[in-house]
């Protein structure tokens, strides 16, 4: 079992940026590729970005390519999300996932991933 925990949302004017922890217990993250993905009032929850178990490539949603970085210290167990240059339409509860191995075939999806934290919100006002 992993047991995931996102923090550090919060509310940050547009153009601003922040930086989201999900710290991981019960299992190293080093074989497990890593998603994030977001939910906003009255939509379905979305893939953001993530970053495969082995090479650590990276993959973004094109809402957040070139605003967002995903990246991993395994050696923390924890990955990152920082995020610049926000927008209002960030808005959201970020989740941070986990699949065991994962393929970039398949990080996309939500039902790929078996282990989800229970999110942080980040407000981003006007």
């Known amino acids: 079992q992993v047991q995931l925990v996102e923090s550090w949302g919060g509310l940050v004017q547009a153009g601003g940026s922040l930086r989201l922890s999900c710290a991981a217990s019960?299992?190293?993250?080093?074989?497990?590729?890593m998603g994030w993905f977001r939910q906003a009032p009255g939509k379905e929850r979305e893939f953001v970005a993530a970053?495969?178990?082995?090479?650590?490539?990276?993959y973004y949603s094109d809402s957040v390519k070139g605003r967002f970085t995903i990246s991993r210290d395994n050696t923390k167990n924890t990955v990152y999300l920082q995020m610049n240059s926000l927008k209002n339409e960030d808005s959201a509860v970020y989740y941070c996932?986990?699949?065991?191995?994962?393929?970039?075939?398949?990080?996309?999806?939500?039902?790929?991933?078996?282990?989800w934290g229970q999110g942080t919100q980040v407000t981003v006002s006007s």
């Open positions: 996932a986990a699949v065991l191995l994962g393929t970039a075939q398949i990080i996309q999806r939500e039902a790929s991933y078996n282990y």
């Open positions: 019960g299992r190293t993250l080093s074989t497990y590729t």
């Open positions: 970053i495969l178990w082995r090479g650590s490539s990276t």
